[in-house]
């Protein structure tokens, strides 16, 4: 039997187990750095395979390992999941929807972690058909600052290896189950929290002469900021700086002595990444001074973008088009959202592709909506492709 159909003979075996991990994770979603029953979960799952793993990894992360049993070859691939939630109370009717008042899947995380139990399971199972070691993440705090891959980095979780390459997938509401899509280069953006302090001596609003407006040069921050952008950046370099919060907590004639501005800088060069982090507490402390008010600018290590390797990614897009066929293999455009995995692909080779989670009925919710929920038949495509990528690549 040919590599691919024993594959999906394996994967379709265990696809009612799949669905059930997916729904248990689905039912019990933790926020980021709060996943220990996740962990636990899924570290009980390991050991009744009898798979070695590792956890406790920068947090709540684990890393399963299967060595082929052919000579060794000194290869090694890996594979990343997420685990976290997101705080989003659940609008889904169904059986197994979220327990967890105010905590919700709404990004595919239980997908993703659930696709990685099935395919692990199967790598354990075939292990005599390939050499080298297949490396399973399992990672805490994708959603939030300062991101479990880097601390799963930081951790060593590759101490032990050296991945040739390392693969993500993620749920992709645009494309129906079954599909994969896929984008080379520089795919997501960096992700950059940007929180300003204004402040001043505030009073009566109707004696401005006699205080700093805070009011006004929080205002006067947040124009300059999108000059910073349109007049500072690379217009061919697409780059995005937003503010969604703005606190003055004054009232009709009172002019606070302090106000609060928090937004997010979004850029698709590291270079340029580099310069606005410099720029932002510049421009906004000479705007502020220009009112009479001091600044304070705090800039959190954020994350970087997300880069699928041109050579790797064209591998196994070859190699999934041989397993799934060409019409199951699509292309997804670049996104000035971000992901941690870029901290990844900063050290290794990565390929980052998205699996289609729509079904019959149409799309589900927008990713982190209320109402986001995949097609189950998902999982499928999802279970086995990572398994023929690893064997494929370890034979």
Not at 294 to 307: A, D, K, R
Not at 339 to 353: A, H, I, R, S
Request: hydrophobic fraction near 40%; charged fraction near 20%.
């Amino acid at each position: 039997m040919k590599l691919g159909e024993l594959i999906k003979q394996e994967t379709e075996a265990i696809f009612p187990e799949v669905v059930q991990h997916y729904r248990w994770l689905h039912q019990h979603p933790e926020l980021s750095y709060r996943e220990k029953e996740t962990a636990a979960y899924i570290a009980d799952f390991l050991q009744r395979e009898g798979i070695s793993f590792k956890k406790g990894i920068g947090g709540d992360g684990i890393l399963a390992t299967v060595k082929g049993e052919m000579e060794d070859n000194g290869r090694c691939v890996a594979f990343v999941a997420d685990m976290d939630a997101l705080p989003v109370t659940e609008q889904n009717d169904v059986p197994y929807k979220s327990v967890n008042h105010g905590v919700m899947h709404a990004c595919g995380h239980d997908a993703q972690a659930a696709s990685l139990m099935g395919a692990v399971k199967v790598v354990h199972a075939l292990r005599s058909r390939f050499a080298g070691t297949a490396l399973f993440v399992f990672q805490p705090g994708e959603e939030r600052s300062p991101g479990g891959a880097d601390l799963m980095l930081k951790d060593g979780v590759f101490s032990d290896h050296n991945p040739d390459f390392i693969v993500k997938q993620h749920a992709y509401t645009d494309l129906p189950a079954g599909m994969v899509g896929f984008h080379a280069g520089t795919i997501m953006a960096s992700a950059d929290e940007v929180h300003i302090k204004v402040k001043g001596q505030g009073g009566h609003g109707a004696l401005p002469h006699e205080l700093n407006d805070t009011v006004l040069a929080a205002s006067q921050i947040i124009v300059a900021m999108q000059q910073l952008v349109s007049r500072r950046a690379n217009p061919f370099h697409p780059m995005v700086l937003s503010f969604g919060k703005f606190i003055a907590d004054g009232a009709t004639n009172v002019i606070p002595g302090e106000v609060t501005l928090a937004g997010s800088l979004r850029c698709m060069q590291e270079e340029e990444r580099h310069t606005m982090l410099q720029l932002i507490p510049q421009i906004a402390t000479a705007t502020a001074t220009a009112y009479g008010c001091s600044c304070e600018v705090e800039l959190p290590q954020g994350y970087p973008s997300v880069i699928s390797d041109e050579q790797i990614t064209s591998r196994i897009r070859t190699m999934t088009e041989a397993f799934l066929g060409e019409a199951k293999v699509s292309e997804f455009p670049k996104r000035m959202t971000a992901d941690d995995f870029g901290f990844f692909t900063q050290l290794y080779p990565c390929c980052y592709y998205r699996f289609g989670v729509a079904g019959e009925k149409g799309r589900p919710g927008p990713l982190h909506s209320a109402t986001f929920l995949i097609d189950e038949q998902a999982l499928r495509a999802s279970t086995g492709l990572p398994v023929y990528l690893a064997l494929n690549s370890l034979k």
